[in-house]
C-alpha cells in the first residue's frame, strides 16, 4: 500500500498582510489630575533578551508601539517631575493592549509595578492562547530534544501523541508559523517532530480554535513560532551536549549576538538513539533513529519604520520501523527517512502610528521516504513522496482608537513527486511475478484573501468579525468562504472575561491520485481510490478566564463539526498507509488550564485538562475505500475522553531547580472492541538541574519514572500497535562563552 502525499510549489504575489507573530502595544499616560502628560519617555524591554524599543508621548499624553513580536514585555514611563512607573504586558499575536499610567510626583513615591498577565492580553481576543517561552521549554522535563513535542502536549489541554502523531482536539492538521508565517503542509500525517527544533525556540504561542481569519483553516491547533534571535544573546555561543540510556544523545552548538540595528542567531544540531518510535510490543528492537539539522535568524533594522527578517531551516531524520520479536526473527528491516527544509523572508514596513505592512515570501521543501527489506513477505513496499511549495503571506494592519484591523493575502503554489512501488515476495499472491514501480507527479495551488476587525465597543466588550475566502485547485477545484464572529465581555471590578466564537473552516485536500499499475493493484483487493476533498468544520466554542489571586483559571467548551474529515487508512499489516476523508465527524469537549503566580518566591505550577469525545460517522468517501458501510457514531482511532497534565518548577537554594510533570489519559479507543477503549495510563516526568556560575549548567531528567509499559494504540501506523515508551534517562551539560 502506499501513502500518496503531495508536491508541492508556489508563485509569490505580493498583497498586503500582516505577518501573525507581533501585536502591538499602546497606551496613555496622565498624572494624578488625569491630565496628558506630554514628552515622556516610554521604554519598551523584553524580558528574556535586550529587545528594547524608546517613544515619547505625544500632545495627548499616548504612546504606540507597533510591530512588537509576541512575548513578555515592561514598559516603564518616567518624566522629570514624575517618579517612575512600569507596567507588565504579554503581547499576543495580532493583539493590542492598552496600558494606563497615572504618575505621582517624584515626593510622593518612588515607583510603580503592575502586572498584567497573558489572561489580561486576551481581554479583546475569542481565542484561547496560551505561551511557553525558552525557560519553560528548557525546564519542561524531556521538552528541549530534538524530536520532542512535550512543550505543546504538557501545557496545551488536549493535546497527547498516539501511534507517533500529534493530535489535539481530536484531530491531526495543526498550523506551525515562523516568524508568523505559515509553512504549508498538506500532506496528513505524512512527518513526526515539531516543525523546529525546541532548542531554537523563543516562545511558543499556542492557539485552540476560534481562529481570526488570518490564522488560516487549520482547525484542531495552531502554533505560532518566535525563534531565538540573537537580542537574547551578547556574542555569545551554547554548546549543548547530552547522552542517556538507549545509547541517546542530543547535541547543537548555537551563537548569536546583536547590535542596534542587526540581530543573529544560527545553531548546528545532532541527535541518536535506539528508542525512535513507539514499538508494537513491548519489547524494544529495531527501533534506532538519528538526524541532523541547522536553523538560522537575522534581523536588520533597515530604518525607523523598515525592518527586514530572514529565518530558514534544515532537517534530515531517520527512523527503524520498529519490530516484534517475530518480525525481528524474520529480520524485517524497514524504514522510513524524512528530509525538510524551509526559508522565510520578511519585509515590515511602518508607515505610522498603527499602519503596518509585513510582506514575507516563502519557500518549503518536505520529503518522506518509506523503504522495506525487498525479502519483505508476503510484499515489499516503496514509497518516496516529495512537495515543493513555493508562495508567500502579505498583511496590512491598522490599529486606531476601537479598531484592530487586518486585511491580506496567502498563497502558495505546490509540486508533488511520488514514486511507489511493491515487490510480491508470495507465491501464492495473484500479483505474484507482476511487481511495479510507479511515478506520479502532481500540481496544485491555493489562494486565500482574509480580512478580520477587532472593534473595542467599550473598555469591557470587544467584538470580532473576520471572512477567508479560499481558492484550491488540484485534481479537484474548491471554493470556500469561512466567515468568523467572536465577542469578549469582561466583567467589571472582578475582571472575569467571558468569550463566544462561532465559525466556518475550510482545509485543503493533499494532492493524492491512483494510477497505472497502483491502480490496479488496488482494484485487485477489491477496493477503489475516491479523490479527496477539502474537510469543512463548522466550530462554536464559550469560554471564561478568571483571575483569582494572581492565579489564572481558564475553561472553555467547544463543539467541531467536521464534513469529509481527514484521517489515515493503512493496507493490510503495511507500514503505508493513505489518507482517508470520512463522511463526518463530531468532536465536542470542554478544557481547563491552572496557573499559579511565583509561589513563596520559589516556583510555579500548571494544570491542564481536556474532556473530549471525538467520532466519526458514515463511511470513507474519499481516498483508499472498499464501500463498507459503517452504522452510526463510531470513535475515532484518536479519541481520548480525559486528558490530565499536572506539573510544575521549583527554584532551590545555590541556583537549582527542580521541575516535573504528570500525565494521565484515560486510554484511547479500541480498534478490536470490547471494550471500548484501551486501559488508562500514567506518567511521571521529573528533571533536576543547577547552574555553575554564568557558563555551566547541568541537569538530569527521567521520563516515566515508573516505566509502566501498556498498550497506548492498536492502529496499524509505524509498526503497527504502540507501547507506552519504557522509562528513559538522560543527562544534559550546557556550556556557554563570549566570542
Known amino acids: 500500500m502506499r501513502r500518496t502525499c503531495s508536491f508541492a510549489v508556489f508563485l509569490f504575489v505580493a498583497s498586503t498582510s500582516f505577518a501573525a507573530v507581533f501585536g502591538t502595544v499602546r497606551g496613555i499616560v496622565h498624572d494624578p489630575q488625569h491630565r496628558p502628560v506630554p514628552d515622556t519617555q516610554v521604554i519598551l524591554r523584553a524580558k528574556t533578551s535586550d529587545y528594547t524599543r524608546t517613544a515619547q508621548t505625544d500632545g495627548n499624553g499616548e504612546f504606540h508601539f507597533d510591530a512588537v513580536p509576541l512575548g513578555h514585555y515592561a514598559v516603564s514611563v518616567s518624566g522629570a517631575s514624575f517618579a517612575a512607573e512600569k507596567q507588565d504586558v504579554t503581547v499576543l499575536s495580532g493583539s493590542a493592549p492598552i496600558l494606563h499610567f497615572e504618575l505621582h510626583?517624584?515626593?510622593?513615591?518612588?515607583?510603580?509595578?503592575?502586572?498584567?498577565?497573558?489572561?489580561a492580553a486576551q481581554t479583546a481576543s475569542a481565542t484561547p492562547t496560551g505561551l511557553v517561552d525558552r525557560a519553560e521549554i528548557q525546564h519542561t522535563p524531556g521538552a528541549a530534544r530534538t524530536n520532542s513535542l512535550a512543550m505543546i502536549t504538557d501545557h496545551v489541554p488536549g493535546a497527547y501523541l498516539t501511534h507517533d502523531q500529534l493530535h489535539i482536539r481530536g484531530g491531526h492538521q495543526v498550523s506551525w508559523l515562523i516568524d508568523g508565517v505559515p509553512i504549508p503542509n498538506t500532506n496528513i500525517a505524512g512527518n513526526l517532530g515539531p516543525q523546529i527544533d525546541p532548542k531554537d525556540i523563543d516562545t511558543l504561542e499556542t492557539q485552540r480554535g476560534s481562529y481570526a481569519a488570518d490564522f488560516g483553516d487549520r482547525t484542531y491547533?495552531?502554533?505560532?513560532?518566535?525563534?531565538?534571535?540573537?537580542?537574547?544573546r551578547n556574542n555569545e555561543a551554547e554548546v549543548v551536549a547530552s547522552f542517556g540510556n538507549f545509547y541517546q544523545t542530543d547535541d547543537q552548538f548555537n551563537l548569536g549576538g546583536h547590535s542596534n540595528r542587526l540581530a543573529y542567531y544560527a545553531s548546528l544540531s545532532g541527535n541518536r538513539t535506539?528508542?525512535?518510535?513507539?514499538?508494537?510490543t513491548s519489547a524494544v528492537t529495531h527501533d534506532a533513529a538519528d538526524g541532523f539539522g541547522g536553523f538560522g535568524s537575522l534581523i536588520y533594522n533597515a530604518g525607523p519604520g523598515d525592518q527586514l527578517r530572514l529565518v530558514t531551516s534544515l532537517r534530515r531524520d531517520f527512523y527503524q520501523i520498529p519490530n516484534t520479536p517475530d518480525q525481528?526473527?524474520?529480520r524485517i528491516?524497514?524504514?522510513?527517512?524524512?528530509?525538510?527544509?524551509?526559508?522565510?523572508?520578511?519585509?515590515?514596513?511602518?508607515?505610522n502610528a498603527g499602519f503596518l505592512l509585513t510582506v514575507s515570501p516563502f519557500y518549503h521543501f518536505n520529503r518522506a521516504s518509506f523503504q522495506s527489506n525487498p525479502r519483505d513477505f508476503p510484499s515489499a513496499a516503496t514509497d518516496n513522496r516529495s512537495s515543493r511549495y513555493a508562495g508567500g503571506q502579505a498583511t496590512l494592519a491598522w490599529v486606531k482608537n476601537r479598531n484592530n484591523a487586518r486585511i491580506g493575502f496567502y498563497g502558495f503554489s505546490q509540486q508533488d513527486h511520488q514514486l511507489?512501488?511493491?515487490?510480491f515476495n508470495d507465491p501464492a499472491d495473484p500479483n505474484f511475478g507482476n511487481d511495479f514501480l510507479n511515478a506520479e507527479n502532481a500540481s496544485g495551488s491555493l489562494q486565500a484573501l482574509f480580512a478580520e476587525d477587532q472593534f473595542r465597543v467599550s473598555s469591557w466588550l470587544t467584538l470580532n468579525a473576520g471572512l477567508r475566502q479560499t481558492h484550491f485547485s488540484g485534481s479537484l477545484v474548491e471554493n470556500a468562504a469561512s466567515p468568523r464572529f467572536g465577542a469578549a465581555l469582561r466583567i467589571p471590578k472582578i475582571n472575569w472575561v467571558f468569550r463566544a466564537f462561532y465559525g466556518h473552516f475550510y482545509q485543503p485536500p493533499p494532492l493524492l491520485t491512483a494510477s497505472g499499475p497502483l491502480l490496479q493493484f488496488v482494484t485487485s483487493r477489491n477496493l477503489s481510490f475516491i479523490p479527496l476533498h477539502g474537510e469543512r468544520d463548522e466550530e462554536s466554542q464559550f469560554g471564561v478566564s478568571i483571575p483569582l489571586k494572581n492565579w489564572t483559571l481558564d475553561a472553555d467548551t467547544f463543539r467541531t463539526r467536521a464534513k469529509n474529515f481527514f484521517d489515515h487508512n493503512s493496507v493490510g499489516n503495511s507500514d503505508i498507509f493513505f489518507p482517508i476523508t470520512i463522511d463526518g465527524a463530531l468532536i465536542r469537549g470542554w478544557e481547563l488550564t491552572l496557573h499559579s503566580p511565583r509561589l513563596f518566591t520559589r516556583g510555579q505550577l500548571y494544570v491542564t485538562y481536556s474532556?473530549?469525545?471525538?467520532?466519526?460517522?458514515?463511511?470513507i468517501n474519499g481516498g483508499l475505500t472498499d464501500f463498507s458501510p459503517l452504522a452510526g457514531f463510531f470513535p475515532l482511532d484518536h479519541d481520548q475522553r480525559n486528558t490530565l497534565h499536572f506539573g510544575g518548577v521549583f527554584n532551590m537554594p545555590r541556583r537549582s531547580y527542580a521541575s516535573a510533570d504528570v500525565y494521565y489519559g484515560s486510554g484511547f479507543s479500541n480498534g478490536a472492541p470490547p471494550p471500548d477503549h484501551l486501559q488508562g495510563h500514567t506518567t511521571f516526568d521529573i528533571t533536576l538541574g543547577k547552574e555553575f556560575g554564568e557558563k555551566f549548567s547541568a541537569s538530569v531528567s527521567a521520563l516515566n519514572v515508573a516505566n509502566r509499559r501498556v498498550l497506548l494504540d492498536n492502529s496499524l501506523t509505524f509498526g503497527g500497535?504502540?507501547?507506552?515508551?519504557?522509562?528513559e534517562i538522560f543527562f544534559q551539560l550546557r556550556y556557554r562563552f563570549h566570542y
Open 721 to 727: 500497535t504502540h507501547f507506552l515508551n519504557p522509562r
Open 611 to 619: 474532556n473530549q469525545v471525538a467520532g466519526g460517522f458514515g463511511g
Open 328 to 330: 525481528q526473527a524474520a
Open 221 to 232: 491547533g495552531v502554533f505560532n513560532v518566535a525563534p531565538r534571535t540573537g537580542f537574547e
Open 333 to 351: 528491516h524497514d524504514a522510513n527517512r524524512e528530509s525538510d527544509a524551509f526559508v522565510a523572508f520578511s519585509w515590515v514596513r511602518t508607515f
Open 274 to 280: 535506539n528508542l525512535g518510535l513507539q514499538t508494537p
Open 420 to 423: 511507489f512501488g511493491l515487490k
Open 105 to 119: 510626583l517624584a515626593s510622593q513615591t518612588q515607583s510603580v509595578t503592575v502586572s498584567a498577565d497573558a489572561s
